[in-house]
């Protein structure tokens, strides 16, 4: 995730309707990658963000499986999906090889939907030439606010010591920058133990954020797949302007925007992203 304040759409984090068949596919580096697979039709392949795993997509996966084959996935070490590597063995590319699996699995003309640090990766697998259709970014997280020196470090003591609620509001508090109030009020969730579960997953997040300090200009130009960055009008200004600029500088690049901030809201856009991915 990154920065909003505003948490006018919690009420979009929720869990939908379920009940599908789990699959899996594996990674290059052995990791058991889950997925649930739904629809017909052309396929379309979800990737979360920061504290998102497929359950959290649901609704948005169910929405597009009108039109599409949605293959909703968890990141590694969230929900059903291994971790092989843990932390020592973390880099963004460890998480390309996750989603050119699902890709071999969906085909090599699925879409993609990225949210948050999910476009972060997604947009590595297209600059390294990983075959897919097309590519619809909400909010990519490049750029940002300096974090404290000592966060890091901090973070990674409270996942080692199993501090799950300390690590989880630390990251929302100081990456996502969230306020106590808000934090507070995710704590009475029940989305908040889904969170604590992916709490080791927060140091990977805040890796790709601190890897991905501003948008990548050198390797845009070779980026050939049409890509939509879509932006929400009440997140920060630095976030809009590098979305801005990310649609700017893909060869196939657009942008739009909705009336959220950075919490995506799946009912709103799942009629965007279905225009896109059919045109």
């Known amino acids: 995730m990154a920065n909003q304040e505003t948490a006018a759409s919690l009420d979009n984090i929720g869990f939908g309707a379920r009940g599908l068949v789990l699959e899996h596919v594996t990674s290059a580096d052995g990791t058991r990658i889950a997925f649930e697979k739904s629809g017909e039709g052309p396929p379309v392949i979800i990737v979360g963000?920061?504290?998102?795993?497929?359950?959290?997509?649901?609704?948005?996966?169910?929405?597009?499986?009108?039109?599409?084959?949605?293959?909703?996935?968890?990141?590694?070490?969230?929900?059903?999906?291994?971790?092989?590597?843990?932390?020592?063995?973390?880099t963004i590319d460890r998480e390309v090889e996750d989603l050119a699996a699902v890709l071999e699995a969906a085909g090599s003309d699925a879409a993609i939907f990225a949210n948050c640090t999910g476009g972060l990766i997604a947009m590595r697998a297209a600059a390294q030439g990983v075959p897919m259709g097309r590519m619809a970014l909400y909010e990519p997280t490049y750029g940002g606010?300096?974090?404290?020196?000592?966060?890091?470090?901090?973070?990674?003591?409270m996942v080692a010591a199993d501090?799950?609620?300390?690590?989880?509001?630390?990251?929302?508090?100081?990456?996502?920058?969230?306020?106590?109030?808000?934090?507070?009020?995710?704590k009475s969730l029940p989305i908040w133990p889904s969170f604590e579960a992916m709490a080791p997953t927060t140091l990977y997040d805040s890796i790709l954020d601190a890897n991905h300090e501003s948008v990548p200009f050198d390797q845009l130009p070779g980026i050939r797949v049409p890509t939509l960055v879509?932006?929400?009008?009440?997140?920060?200004?630095?976030?809009?302007?590098?979305?801005?600029?990310?649609?700017?500088?893909?060869?196939?690049?657009?942008?739009?925007?909705?009336n959220e901030g950075h919490l995506f809201n799946q009912k709103a856009g799942a009629p965007l992203l279905t225009v896109f991915f059919r045109s």
């Open 49 to 90: 963000g920061g504290l998102n795993e497929k359950a959290m997509f649901a609704d948005l996966a169910e929405l597009l499986s009108e039109d599409f084959t949605v293959y909703n996935y968890d990141r590694r070490g969230r929900g059903n999906s291994e971790d092989n590597g843990g932390l020592s063995g973390y």
């Open 145 to 157: 606010h300096q974090l404290p020196e000592s966060y890091m470090d901090d973070l990674e003591r």
């Open 230 to 258: 879509i932006g929400g009008r009440e997140s920060p200004s630095w976030l809009i302007d590098n979305c801005h600029a990310l649609a700017d500088g893909l060869p196939h690049g657009q942008y739009v925007y909705m």
């Open 163 to 186: 501090h799950r609620t300390d690590a989880v509001a630390l990251f929302l508090k100081e990456n996502v920058r969230f306020s106590s109030e808000t934090i507070e009020g995710f």
